[in-house]
């Protein structure tokens, strides 16, 4: 598995060839493995195959071509819902309408999710893991007809791969890892870490094309905008209140 | 990497043999290859082997051995804090102070967290999770010195295994798996669903010893209780707060 994680990229055009539903549920099953909170398993997945669906779900990840391309899309899902169902059915209280639950529920299912990616990379196929899922979740619940204390936290696009495109960068292991304490980065740390990922031609190419002085004002300008993740970050206590998961607060 | 997935279990007693740190650096690098929001890595590792700082760490996870025991604990942490600092140096104007942007970095923190332990698991480490690191975070954040922006989302407690306990049980696929839209669970579901699961010795030992009716009360009314869901939710909007996470609400 070492070779299949060094060199996957993330694959966002697939051949017509379908993926088994065999291989999709032995896949499914063995990232079922993945360790969960106190065995509850969290987590639902919404799989879809249905072209209608799929337009459906399109305009919740704001029309990126991958999720009516893919033979195969997977909505993941904080679970708490079927924990609840099950407890109400054996004279128990649940108490899972909070935000720690949530969490607990979104560690889950995104741990899974990432087990099933390293399982389908290793197997040859491509995967696009699609962030724009907690961006509009109001939808996606609509579409798939997610019940309270279910929350999508992930999307992945799933197909045969019909492209290789080059290894992305990234950052050398010792801006990321702290030893025994956080070391905080000074500005000759954030230098020394940051100028060969600001070097790269496709980098610098990227700021030229979007008219900015540095690559961090693509971000903060262009791609994640201040405003953006204001706006955004209301909607997500909006959904996460009318899933239930803030009725305490 | 099928079979180390399948074959996995949590490991919780390890041997006195270190962890050689080239074996630990390359198996965070190469988990640093996973899929990361804009390619930005809001992610950092907090490698503990001191054994004083295990000792104060120990506190934070209500003194379950493992963390002392192990060889290394990993502290995984949503960062928004390196990028702000990027930004910062660079002529940007971050807005990451959010809630959005805590999901968008814990996503990150644990999509990396599962590849890790997918790869330390095949290469026959012992690990660990330990969901208690979003329990008393503030704790955390004062032992290993985490700034604002940072916030621990897993810990993993790593070494080589002194114990080969028995596989966990799992429901089946069907309870998890949702065809193009959300399926509930009627009574009849349930009962199929959490019967087997239910009936297993170990299951209705735990029923009993803890004098309880239902394996659903052993839950509720010890393991993950109401009372101390909503305390709990309560300490992390407030951590959230003070790391910044939430200076728009």
Not at 10 to 38: C, F, H, W
Not at 129 to 138: E, K, S, V
Request: hydrophobic residues 35%.
């Amino acid at each position: 598995m070492n070779n299949s994680v060094e060199n996957r990229r993330t694959i966002r055009k697939y051949t017509s060839e379908p993926v088994d539903e065999a291989l999709l549920n032995e896949l499914l099953a063995t990232a079922m493995r993945t360790q969960t909170m106190g065995n509850l398993q969290l987590y639902s997945v919404v799989v879809t195959r249905d072209e209608e669906m799929k337009c459906r779900l399109s305009p919740c990840h704001f029309g990126q071509p991958m999720v009516t391309q893919a033979p195969v899309v997977l909505t993941i899902c904080a679970d708490f819902h079927r924990t609840t169902r099950w407890c109400q059915e054996r004279q128990a209280d649940p108490g899972y309408d909070n935000l720690l639950s949530f969490l607990n529920a979104a560690s889950d299912a995104l741990l899974f999710t990432q087990t099933f990616c390293n399982l389908a990379e290793e197997r040859g196929l491509g995967i696009c893991y699609l962030g724009t899922t907690i961006y509009q979740p109001q939808q996606i619940i609509d579409v798939l007809g997610l019940p309270e204390l279910v929350m999508p936290v992930a999307t992945l696009t799933v197909g045969w791969p019909d492209e290789e495109p080059a290894l992305s960068d990234r950052l050398p292991l010792e801006a990321l890892v702290h030893n025994e304490t956080y070391k905080d980065y000074a500005r000759e740390d954030i230098d020394r870490l940051y100028t060969p990922k600001e070097q790269l031609p496709e980098n610098r190419n990227f700021v030229e094309i979007n008219h900015k002085q540095t690559l961090a004002q693509v971000f903060t300008d262009l791609r994640y905008t201040r405003r953006d993740n204001e706006a955004l970050s209301q909607v997500l206590i909006d959904t996460l209140r009318s899933q239930h998961f803030l009725s305490g607060d």
